[in-house]
């Protein structure tokens, strides 16, 4: 029996160390990631993922970057740029997300958005206990209502110096109908039956304006970014349906924000259009814009020429305004 015990305890301070530790991750060229056990939630075990390049010699200053919804972080060239501005650089892959997913887990569900919380306080923590003391905040669509969610529940004692948003997931992209009565409707059935689909794979569009391999400039894991997304859960709609009510409602932060968007929109449908290369053809960046104020106290907004949705894979003029505001931004602090 004790040989048994003694077995298991081993087992486990194996597994410990494991997580515990850097190993190379995917993306190569130095990239490293380290996964972190999680308190199991109602679908059995949890974890996350935070990726970083190796520290800068003698720098104190961080930014960590959080994903959109079916996404995970792959923009190497987002990394290499910050670390260029004197920042280190982090990256986490959220619970369910990329990196983080499981055999046992419904890929990007959540029935609440604090969920993803502890993944955040999880990163931070790690980010200080490695020599940082200054730490900006930048994340994408989902991942921007998220974050100042997150920082609206931590305000009392605010554990960065400034957001960074890019294309943040503020409002629904539909109809009066679908926004008004139908995604409340949704919502509401989502507190009884979370599990339940409401929503099918979507179009491909969006993935084809992104992959190398069809009309875009990327290449990624699409077992991770799915091309037809993933089906969607009426909790899933609750969770974000709740988020944006609360935004909307005002959270006033009082660390800086940056807002960023595409200066236009554009439809998504089945069918190829060339617009599809510049512009946001996932939100409405006018709703962005609108609630953008809704954040803090302290928001700069700034809208992007031909803009794409995630702001740093459009088009390389584009991309390369949309990293000049983001650096003029950081700058000014």
Request: charged residues 20%; hydrophobic residues 40%.
């Given at each position: 029996?004790?040989?048994?015990?003694?077995?298991?305890?081993?087992?486990?301070?194996?597994?410990?160390?494991?997580?515990?530790?850097?190993?190379?991750?995917?993306?190569?060229?130095?990239?490293?990631?380290?996964?972190?056990?999680?308190?199991?939630?109602?679908?059995?075990?949890?974890?996350?993922?935070?990726?970083?390049?190796?520290?800068?010699?003698?720098?104190?200053?961080?930014v960590l970057y959080?994903?959109?919804?079916?996404?995970?972080?792959?923009?190497?060239?987002?990394?290499?740029?910050?670390?260029?501005?004197?920042?280190?650089?982090?990256?986490?892959?959220?619970?369910?997300?990329?990196?983080?997913?499981?055999?046992?887990?419904?890929p990007f569900f959540?029935?609440?958005?604090?969920?993803?919380?502890?993944?955040?306080?999880?990163?931070?923590?790690?980010?200080?206990?490695?020599?940082?003391?200054?730490?900006?905040?930048?994340?994408?669509?989902?991942?921007?209502?998220?974050?100042?969610?997150?920082?609206?529940?931590?305000?009392?004692?605010?554990?960065?110096?400034?957001?960074?948003?890019?294309?943040?997931?503020?409002?629904?992209?539909?109809?009066?109908?679908?926004?008004?009565?139908?995604?409340?409707?949704?919502?509401?059935?989502?507190?009884?039956?979370?599990?339940?689909?409401?929503?099918?794979?979507?179009?491909?569009?969006?993935?084809?304006?992104?992959?190398?391999?069809?009309?875009?400039?990327?290449?990624?894991?699409?077992?991770?970014?799915?091309?037809?997304?993933?089906?969607?859960?009426?909790?899933?709609?609750?969770?974000?349906?709740?988020?944006?009510?609360?935004?909307?409602?005002?959270?006033?932060?009082?660390?800086?924000?940056?807002?960023?968007?595409?200066?236009?929109?554009?439809?998504?449908?089945?069918?190829?259009?060339?617009?599809?290369?510049?512009?946001?053809?996932?939100?409405?960046?006018?709703?962005?814009?609108?609630?953008?104020?809704?954040?803090?106290?302290?928001?700069?907004?700034?809208?992007?020429?031909?803009?794409?949705?995630?702001?740093?894979?459009?088009?390389?003029?584009?991309?390369?305004?949309?990293?000049?505001?983001?650096?003029?931004?950081?700058?000014?602090?």
């Amino acid at each position: 029996m004790r040989r048994i015990l003694l077995l298991t305890s081993l087992v486990f301070l194996f597994v410990a160390v494991i997580y515990a530790q850097y190993v190379p991750d995917v993306l190569g060229d130095g990239y490293l990631r380290r996964t972190f056990q999680m308190p199991d939630d109602y679908e059995g075990k949890v974890v996350c993922t935070l990726v970083k390049k190796p520290q800068l010699p003698d720098v104190k200053q961080a930014v960590l970057y959080i994903h959109g919804y079916n996404d995970y972080f792959f923009q190497k060239q987002l990394g290499d740029s910050v670390n260029a501005h004197g920042y280190n650089f982090y990256a986490m892959d959220l619970r369910k997300y990329g990196r983080s997913i499981l055999p046992n887990q419904n890929p990007f569900f959540c029935k609440s958005l604090t969920e993803y919380f502890a993944d955040i306080d999880t990163a931070l923590a790690t980010i200080r206990s490695e020599g940082n003391d200054k730490i900006l905040l930048m994340a994408h669509s989902t991942g921007g209502l998220i974050t100042p969610l997150y920082l609206d529940s931590r305000k009392d004692s605010l554990p960065v110096d400034g957001l960074i948003l890019n294309s943040p997931f503020l409002d629904w992209s539909f109809g009066w109908f679908m926004e008004k009565i139908a995604i409340p409707a949704v919502a509401f059935i989502g507190r009884l039956f979370p599990n339940l689909t409401v929503q099918g794979y979507g179009d491909a569009s969006y993935a084809h304006s992104l992959l190398k391999q069809f009309k875009g400039e990327w290449e990624y894991d699409t077992n991770w970014k799915m091309i037809n997304g993933h089906p969607k859960k009426a909790g899933w709609i609750k969770a974000i349906q709740e988020g944006q009510k609360q935004v909307r409602k005002g959270l006033q932060l009082e660390c800086p924000v940056l807002v960023m968007s595409s200066n236009r929109s554009y439809p998504e449908s089945k069918e190829w259009h060339e617009e599809y290369l510049s512009s946001d053809i996932v939100l409405n960046v006018h709703d962005i814009q609108e609630y953008a104020p809704k954040l803090g106290n302290y928001v700069t907004r700034d809208t992007i020429p031909d803009g794409m949705h995630d702001l740093i894979l459009s088009g390389k003029k584009s991309r390369d305004y949309t990293y000049g505001v983001v650096f003029d931004w950081m700058g000014k602090d």
